[in-house]
């Protein structure tokens, strides 16, 4: 069955950077992007970017161009979103999804359990 | 503020049926397929209708999701107290080159 294994939570500080892991299991992992998408405390979720575990194109949110990394490594299946300068409204549970297809075409089918990151002094 | 536009909550009795709206606009709803999440409390999201109206295995037919225009609607028949959760809409936006969510509704069952 398919499977997104996350990363455990983080605690950072203001201005530093998280990198956060999601690891794919249950189908061929450079059949398929992955996106990430965060949930802010009580809020609603927010599309970051995605990324092609074929060929490690990129389409990031307009919003964290400049701030947001996003890579793959396909010798574990592991997908990575690294954020930096971190900020206290950056705080939130980040998680990562399988996608099929690309663009207009893009459909997120299962997510992983989520990562909590909290930006604190 | 989101791009897509959701009621904040609905509610009704077991075994009634419900219907969340989600409004869009030419780029996103209008153009390209909608799709629908479930997250139930301390969960992560799980897809509920894909492609505007289909249902993946395993999600029971009483989930049932339509698109026209500019705006797409979920329904749900035979309210179950375990339907209680956030619901989410989604889209590809040409103009922002980005996937789009609604704000989420909260659907309270009596």
């Known amino acids: 069955q398919v499977q997104l294994v996350q990363s455990g939570a983080e605690v950072k500080k203001p201005g530093a950077s998280v990198k956060v892991s999601c690891k794919a299991s249950?189908?061929?992992?450079?059949?398929?992007?992955i996106s990430w998408v965060r949930q802010a405390p009580g809020q609603g979720l927010e599309w970051m970017g995605w990324?092609?575990?074929?060929?490690?194109?990129?389409n990031y949110a307009q919003k964290l161009q400049g701030r947001v990394t996003m890579t793959t490594d396909t010798s574990t299946s592991t997908a990575y979103m690294e954020l930096r300068s971190l900020r206290s409204d950056d705080t939130a549970v980040y998680y990562c999804?399988?996608?099929?297809?690309?663009?207009?075409?893009?459909?997120?089918?299962?997510w992983g359990q989520g990562t909590l990151v909290t930006v604190s002094s | 503020q989101s791009v897509l536009t959701q009621p904040p909550s609905a509610s009704g009795t077991p075994g009634q049926r419900v219907t969340i709206s989600c409004s869009g606009s030419?780029?996103?709803?209008?153009?390209?397929?909608v799709y629908w999440y479930q997250q139930l409390p301390g969960t992560a999201p799980k897809l509920l209708i894909y492609?505007?109206?289909q249902r993946p295995s395993g999600v029971p037919d009483r989930f049932s999701g339509s698109k026209s225009g500019t705006s797409a609607s979920l329904a749900i028949s035979g309210l179950r107290s375990e339907d209680e959760a956030d619901y989410y809409c989604?889209?590809?936006?040409?103009?922002?080159?980005?996937?789009?969510f609604g704000g989420g509704t909260k659907l309270t069952v009596l």
């Open positions: 999804a399988r996608v099929l297809g690309v663009g207009a075409h893009s459909q997120i089918d299962y």
């Open positions: 249950g189908y061929t992992f450079t059949s398929y992007g």
């Open positions: 990324i092609s575990a074929y060929n490690g194109n990129t």
């Open positions: 030419s780029s996103n709803i209008g153009s390209n397929y």
């Open positions: 492609r505007n109206n």
């Open positions: 989604a889209a590809w936006d040409d103009s922002l080159s980005a996937s789009v």
